[in-house]
Nanobody, 125 residues
Framework: EVLLVESGGGLVQAGGSLRLSCAGS????????IGWIRQAPGKEREGVSC????????YYADSVQGRFTISRDNGRRTVELQMNSLKPEDTAVYYC??????????????????WGKGIQVTVSS
């Protein structure tokens, strides 16, 4: 069974930080493209940050560039998203997702093969 399990979400004040973690199992983690996708109430899914199997040059949405950092540890089968200088508009459910296809420097919000259940991130003003 393929599992992607997110942790680390919660409530934080604007300007604060959170670190999301995603643990994968049931598939060849090291060969998969992994990303963080978020969805705020009433809005479409947004590819926040994605990272290829070879790590390479991660993708960041313009809205998070310079504030978020993605990393992966293939040996531990984890991907983390360090989120700094959080803003109220970062409030959303954040999903960890995986794709067999390597989108290299992209982050397609609706083209991933496997999804976690999502975790809430709430940033208060």
């Amino acid at each position: 069974e393929v599992l992607l399990v997110e942790s680390g979400g919660g409530l934080v004040q604007a300007g604060g930080s959170l670190r999301l973690s995603c643990a994968g199992s049931g598939f060849d983690f090291a060969t998969y493209f992994i990303g963080w996708i978020r969805q705020a109430p009433g809005k479409e899914r947004e590819g926040v940050s994605c990272i290829s199997p070879s790590i390479g040059s991660p993708y960041y949405a313009d809205s998070v560039q310079g504030r978020f950092t993605i990393s992966r540890d293939n040996g531990r089968r984890t991907v983390e998203l360090q989120m700094n200088s959080l803003k109220p508009e970062d409030t959303a459910v954040y999903y960890c997702a995986a794709s067999y296809l390597d989108y290299e420097s992209g982050c397609p919000a609706n083209a991933m093969d496997y999804w976690g259940k999502g975790i809430q991130v709430t940033v208060s003003s």
